[in-house]
DNA sequence: CGTGAAACTTTCAAGAT
DNA sequence: ATCTTGAAAGTTTCACG
């Protein structure tokens, strides 16, 4: 699975679905110039192939109440056999744990958690975080404001 | 715009478009037990309304050929006036930063940089991050693995 | 909110380049 | 090997009850 047997159409078309996951068919085939039957096929195939992972609705966090927001840094306690592996599926089993990153550096992970305030942040470091013995040392960061953008830098060449 | 106006069918409608954007809206009326005309009317009314922003199609990033990903925290030089708002700008203009987080503690933002490869990397570092002159220190981690869910934590009650 | 009908989109098979 | 066409099946969207 590498980007070799992508061609431009191919590439235009994840382009176009990162920017808008709800284009019709019609609309995407006549944006990159086919008809509806070959642009059907290529959408397929990237998502056969794995290229396009899956489609999501974006949502307004502070509008459905999530106002709190915060990257901890996490160390792991390397006391514990196997820590990593344990910690990583404790952690995902979070459900206000919304990301998880392996990182190089001081820390081992770095993982974002959303809650809908302060009470409820609270609740989930005391009866959740606190309870997973492969953790060494947390240090978080609030999230004040944020830009996130919905797709990667795709460089179409020729 | 807040929770309030959304009843159970609508956190339901949310519910099911963040874990499939694209789910025609015949399928979404029959799970949530409508008919499709009243159903669209309350995915147009949630749209319009701000709840739901936008729709996308996630890719395989390494697939694509984005083998590298790093966090950078990033700390203003405040001797520079206006130091924030200048950053902001100029970090998210460099179309290989996907997020830029303003944050509590030691630094000041958490920005994540995508690249292709090593090489791609320090010629994003050297020719456009060195070059802004409101950041005081920097530290990166690169990102090793990661697990991103791909929707809120949203509980219907009652 | 539901029904029904018109307009539009998806999808497939057949044939062209 | 990949494209276009055209037609059937399915979906969206609107007016009306």
Redesign the pocket.
Known sequence: MNAHHL?R?DLHIIKLLQSDGR???????NEI????????????KLENQGYIKSYHAVVDEEALGFNVKCFIQITINLNVPDARNKFIQKINAIEEVVECHHVTGSSDFVVKLIAKDMKGYERIILEKLSKIEEIGHQSSMMILSSNVKPALPIVIEK
């Open positions: 061609d159409i284009i019709t068919n019609l609309q995407l085939s110039g086919l008809s509806p039957a070959p642009t059907l096929e290529r959408v397929r």
